[in-house]
């Protein structure tokens, strides 16, 4: 699973880096969160495109997938595009989906925290009902938890614990180092980190992050450009039992 995009830097990182990656580790199956791909504010239906012919079996997103409106066909059209769960009856697009690659069957699930971020339906029920559901269809069950909170986050890894096969919070664009195998056997990390520049600010140009801050005047933040990074997480599945043998950070 590899974190979130952050404009054309993290775009050129995943073009460079995701095919090696791949190969180098043997990896079968890859989830990328795109959300911030299109310059840094949402995803363009070209921007998905390239994510995908990249090396991505399934794209995820969160709150920042309304941005480009463009993309809101493909949400509604595109099985492997998904937008958080939780949100009301009526929104575009789907948050579940499904896949078999190689004869093996994977589930993914996109979900939303609520807590600093546009209220959303409950993620907990949501996630639940749904990785139950896939678990006992067979399917390998993996959860992008776009969220804020760690609190919500560790807490949602803990309710999945042997129900999902890995549950990988995005959303912060800041890597964390608690990787881990849950009691159950689910593989866990809080957040997956950024996919984009090393000197940023979730992302932006430090200069303007630091003038908003300076200020407290909510000037325009600017993606940040230079040399990108590819962060996310490694885990190895047992295909049978769904439960994660090993999990590491890139
Ligand atoms: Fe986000």
Redesign the pocket.
Known sequence: MVG?ISGEAGMGALFLSLSSLVKKTGADFVVVNG??ASGGFGLTVDDYMKIRSYGADVVTS???IWQKSEILPQLEGDSVLLRPLNYPRGVPGHGVCTVTKNGVRYAVINAQGRTD?VIADDPFTACRGEAEKLRKQGYIVLVDF?AENAQEKEALGFYLDGIASLVAG??THVQTMDEKILPGGTGYITDLGMTGVQHQVIGSRSDVAIRRQLTQVPYKSEVAEGRGEIRGVLASIDAASGKTLSISRI
């Open positions: 979130d959300e911030n969160g709150n920042h971020l776009h995005t959303h």
